[in-house]
């Protein structure tokens, strides 16, 4: 299934992940923010489980924000898994 996640607090605006139906991240993109990093985070996610992923990136922050890109797809993952 594929999902687009509004973030919230960071440079980056949308997040589209496509999960299966094992839980299993198949593809991350993000639409806005930094490039490189978030492809790089997009490569590192894929074919990983959503719970292990919120485990490693939820609560990550980015200088003086909140949040991050990272907590964001953690928050992104939690919402879908809450709705699987």
């Known amino acids: 299934m594929t999902y687009n996640y509004k973030t919230v ?4 605006r ?7 139906e094992n839980e ?3 593809g991350v993109h993000f639409i806005g ?3 490189g990093n978030l ?4 490569a590192l996610v894929c ?3 959503i719970d292990d992923v919120i485990k490693k990136l939820e609560g990550i922050k980015c200088g003086f924000k909140n949040t991050s890109c990272p907590d964001q ?6 919402e879908i898994k809450e709705n699987f």
């Open 47 to 49: 074919g990983q489980k």
């Open 33 to 35: 923010g930094c490039n």
């Open 14 to 20: 949308v997040i589209e992940l496509e999960i299966d």
């Open 73 to 78: 797809l953690a928050q992104a993952l939690k």
């Open 24 to 26: 299993i991240i198949k």
């Open 9 to 12: 607090g960071t440079c980056s």
């Open 39 to 42: 492809q790089g985070i997009s």
